[in-house]
Nanobody, 124 residues
Framework: QVQLVESGGGLVQAGGSLRLSCTASTRTLRTYTVGWFRQAPGKERECVAANTWSTGSTYYVDSVKGRFTISRDNAKNTVYLQMNSLKPEDAAVYYC?????????????????WGQGTQVTVSS
């Protein structure tokens, strides 16, 4: 079992920044692919970024490319999502998820472990 805890959400003005953290309280995240997902009201949950441990490869959905950055701090057993130039359409509940799959995966069903989510609100 991997227990994931997200933090760092909040209210920010459009154009501002937030850094989300995903910390594993049980096993190390070093050998897991980790994804950040978001779900806005009435919309499907989508993968916005993912990072695989095996190659260090990353994935970003087109709408966040150049604005969001996923990174790891293995010493802290934490994966971050730095979000810059936030837009009102970025507002959602953000979840981190982990899987032992070595490849980059972006579908919800491919992730085994999920955090509870953290709310991001962006005011215009």
């Amino acid at each position: 079992q991997v227990q994931l805890v997200e933090s760092g959400g909040g209210l920010v003005q459009a154009g501002g920044s937030l850094r989300l953290s995903c910390t594993a309280s049980t096993r190390t995240l070093r050998t897991y692919t980790v994804g950040w997902f978001r779900q806005a009201p009435g919309k499907e949950r989508e993968c916005v970024a993912a990072n695989t441990w095996s190659t260090g490869s990353t994935y970003y959905v087109d709408s966040v490319k150049g604005r969001f950055t996923i990174s790891r701090d293995n010493a802290k057993n934490t994966v971050y999502l730095q979000m810059n130039s936030l837009k009102p359409e970025d507002a959602a509940v953000y979840y981190c998820a982990a899987t032992m799959t070595r490849a980059i995966v972006t579908m919800m069903g491919e992730y085994t472990y999920w955090g509870q989510g953290t709310q991001v609100t962006v005011s215009s």
